[in-house]
Structures are given as C-alpha cells and as structure tokens.
Nanobody, 117 residues
Framework: QVQVAESGGGLVHPGGSLTLSCTAS????????MGWLRQRQGEERESLKR??????????ITYYGDSVKDRVTNSRDKNTMHLQMNNLTPADTGVYFC????????WGQGTQVTVSS
C-alpha cells in the first residue's frame, strides 16, 4: 500500500524556523525525485495551483524556488525528505504537499504552515 505522509507543519512567528518531513512507503519501482509544493490560502485543493518550493532527485540534485532560495534546505535519505525552513515570512503560509515522482506521481495529504504574529 502506497503511503505518503507529511509532518512538521504548524504556527510560527515571522522570522522563525520550521522543519517539514515527508515519508513515502510502498512506492513501486524507483523513486526518481521528491518535492515540496505549496498551495496558498484561498485556493481550492482541487485547483492543483501549487508552487514548487523545493525538490531533490535520487542523484541528489536540488532545486529551490526563487521565493525560498537561501532560506531553505531540502535533504533526502532514501524515501524520507526533510525541508528546513528559516526566516519564515507570512508569504510562506500555505499547505505544503509532498510529491513523489516514480512511475506515477504520488501525493501526501499536505501539512499546514502558518506564519503569523
């Protein structure tokens, strides 16, 4: 059974830090990449309007979105991924989804990150 689960979201003050984790299990075949996508408040989940925040391939190649570059570090150990986010701002608020790219794409349910004073 395929499972993709995110954890680590929550409420944090501006300037604070947060670490999100994603664990994938039961994925058939090879996992080519894992990534974090953010859906902002007010957008319906079904809209699929999600911004790519960070990703990492099986070979360790990383990508960071312009809005988070220099503030986040994404790491991966097999099928577990961690996103360390620093100096958070209200613009980082949203639901963060973990996406697993294998023969098919698999998604987690998302974890809410709220940056507010």
């Amino acid at each position: 059974q395929v499972q993709v689960a995110e954890s680590g979201g929550g409420l944090v003050h501006p300037g604070g830090s947060l670490t999100l984790s994603c664990t994938a299990s039961g994925i058939p075949g090879n996992v080519y990449a894992m990534g974090w996508l953010r859906q902002r408040q007010g957008e319906e989940r079904e809209s699929l309007k999600r911004d790519l925040v960070a990703s990492i391939t099986s070979g360790g190649i990383t990508y960071y979105g312009d809005s988070v570059k220099d503030r986040v570090t994404n790491s991966r150990d097999k099928n577990t991924m961690h996103l360390q986010m620093n100096n958070l701002t209200p613009a980082d608020t949203g639901v963060y989804f973990c996406k697993v790219v294998a023969q098919y794409d698999y998604w987690g349910q998302g974890t809410q990150v709220t940056v507010s004073s």
